[in-house]
Each structure stands twice: as structure tokens, then as C-alpha cells.
């Protein structure tokens, strides 16, 4: 193939001295590409905090310290300085996924500060404030989805 390319690059024509190429195909990031679209098929379905899946719907799941006792939501555990009451919310909106922060300190998807609502992928990390609590976001399946 490479003869090939240099008749066609050259117009057959022989020079005097070496010629290089400056690049090569990025096959790798190819394949890093095929993975990342893979995962991106499925609609997350829960958030995943210290080992407990809670589950997303049209109904808004809060996190924060404390909740709503009224709403669903995902109480903070621990020494948690920097999260709010209600921290953040993520609910079902069409066919996404969508984080809302609602506090005063910050709220992160993968380490970049939310500005306005945003749509979460499957493998998405939240960080809450200025703590190192995060919560991933996940896809659960049936048995028979691979």
C-alpha cells in the first residue's frame, strides 16, 4: 500500500532526498471512539452513591444533606462541609437525563462546574461542592440486554 500512496503523493516523479511523513492514523482513538459510543446506546437509569443504586424517573431525585422529606432524594452521609440541603436535582426531561444544580456552593460534572441544566451520559461522575463525595452515573440492565 505504501508504494502505492507514494505514486500517488510523488505523481511518480523521483526526488532528490528522503521524504517523511508527518502522520499516521490514529487507529487507537478509533477504537477509543467505538467504546465510548458503545456505553453511549444506553439511557442512564440510576445514580450510584456508596454502593446503593437509586433510580431516575420524571420525578425529581434531590441530593443533598437533607432532602425533602416530600420528594425522593439522596441524603449525604458524613462529614459533607460545602453541600447544601438540597444540593443538586436529576430527573427524567424527553428522552434525557438532566442535572439541575440548585446550590450555593457548586455542583461538578466531571470536575467542570454546572452552569444551567445539563444531560448526564452513562459513566458521568457528580462531585457535590468542595467535598469528595461523587455519585456515577449508571445504566442498570435486564438480564437479557448485553
Not at 462529614?79 to 442535572?99: M, N, S, Y
Request: hydrophobic content about 40%; overall charge positive; some cysteine.
Amino acid at each position: 500500500a505504501l508504494p502505492g500512496l507514494w505514486r500517488e503523493l510523488t505523481d511518480g516523479r523521483t526526488a532528490a532526498g528522503a521524504s517523511f511523513f508527518s502522520s499516521r492514523p490514529r487507529v487507537a482513538s478509533a477504537r477509543a471512539s467505538a467504546a465510548k459510543k458503545a456505553v453511549a446506546v444506553y439511557r442512564p437509569s440510576h445514580l450510584l452513591y456508596r454502593n446503593l443504586a437509586y433510580p431516575l424517573s420524571a420525578t425529581p431525585l434531590t441530593v443533598g444533606m437533607s432532602p425533602s422529606v416530600a420528594a425522593q432524594g439522596i441524603r449525604v452521609a458524613g462529614d459533607a462541609g460545602g453541600v447544601d440541603p438540597a444540593h443538586c436535582a436529576v430527573q427524567l426531561q424527553g428522552e434525557k437525563i438532566v442535572l439541575t444544580d440548585l446550590s450555593s456552593n457548586g455542583t461538578f460534572l466531571n470536575d467542570r462546574r454546572v452552569e444551567g441544566p445539563v444531560a448526564l451520559n452513562v459513566g458521568d461522575a457528580i462531585r457535590l461542592g468542595t467535598t469528595a463525595e461523587t455519585i456515577i452515573v449508571i445504566a442498570c440492565l435486564d438480564r437479557n440486554e448485553t
